[in-house]
């Protein structure tokens, strides 16, 4: 993908997961990537990542919500890579909760989701200011367009990113940065198996039945959302800002 070589880009939550998977790719594409996030398995992932493509990954562990690591962070980052090009937030907290959900499960959720998202944001646009132009990502998901049974948390936060999306992209166009999201189907990691989990559901039995809601008849893989990222944040890219782009396997066309 054209104009990915040597930019700086920051991946929250890539420990795991998706956020592993566009960490990697980036990385592959030749990125200098930087990964943040609350498990210490980051630092593998980064070292992992690094021996194969050959170029630097960092990680560092903080809270996305947490304002005083995140403002450490951007500056650490500041410090080792003068700037930044690329920001992919990916990080999420995943509460499943219908109308029972309590205050406590609100903020819980709302803290990283909506709060923690726009902290890493606010502090990193400095460095993309720096760079004279930059690319932000923000997750969705199908959950961010419909509604679904117990989801109310969750999908409350992924239709707020949309909302986050259209309104940075307006604030940040004068600054040449892009804003977009990126909202896949039901891609299988570890946030799927646990929210089978926290809802008392059968993790196989609710794989074959989420299967058949994509057109594509599976789940997504990890890597097919790591590459639509990595389109998004390239220059291939260069005229789409403000949008949600869809990779669901047709889960919402049907
Ligand atoms: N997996 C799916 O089916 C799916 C579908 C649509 C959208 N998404 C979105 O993709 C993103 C990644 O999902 P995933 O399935 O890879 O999840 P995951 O749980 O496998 O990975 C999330 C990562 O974020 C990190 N994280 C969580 N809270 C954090 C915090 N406060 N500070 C720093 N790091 C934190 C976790 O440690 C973990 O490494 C999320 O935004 C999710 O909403 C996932």
């Given at each position: 993908m054209r104009g990915l070589k040597g930019k700086v880009a920051v991946v929250t939550g890539?420990?795991?997961?998706l956020g592993h998977a566009v960490a990697q790719r980036l990385s592959e594409e030749g990125c200098n990537v930087w990964i943040l996030d609350l498990k210490q398995d980051g630092e593998k992932a980064a070292i992992a990542i690094q021996s194969e493509s050959g170029n630097p990954v960092y990680f560092a562990r903080i809270d996305i919500s947490n304002e005083s690591q995140v403002e450490k962070v951007f500056l650490k980052i500041g410090e080792l890579s003068?700037?930044?090009?690329i920001l992919v937030n990916n990080a999420a907290h995943f509460i499943f909760k219908g109308i029972e959900a309590t205050p406590q499960d609100w903020k819980s959720i709302l803290d990283v989701n909506i709060i923690g998202t726009s902290l890493v944001t606010q502090h990193c646009v400095p460095l993309m200011k720096k760079a004279g132009a930059g690319a932000i990502i923000n997750l969705s998901s199908v959950s961010g367009f419909i509604g679904q049974s117990s989801f109310a948390t969750y999908n409350a936060t992924k239709f707020a990113i949309r909302g986050l999306t259209k309104c940075w992209a307006i604030d940040l166009s004068p600054y040449r940065i892009r804003v977009n999201s990126v909202c896949p189907g039901y891609?299988?990691?570890?946030a799927f198996d646990n929210s089978c989990i926290q809802l008392g559901l059968d993790i196989e039995e609710e794989n074959t039945r989420i299967s058949k809601l994509h057109i594509l008849g599976r789940q997504g893989h990890p890597e097919e959302v790591a590459g639509t990222v990595a389109f998004m944040a390239?220059?291939?890219?260069?005229?789409?800002?403000?949008e949600d782009l869809m990779v669901d396997g047709g889960y919402l066309a049907k």
């Open positions: 890539g420990a795991q997961g003068g700037r930044v090009d891609i299988r990691t570890e390239s220059d291939d890219a260069s005229f789409i800002t403000g």
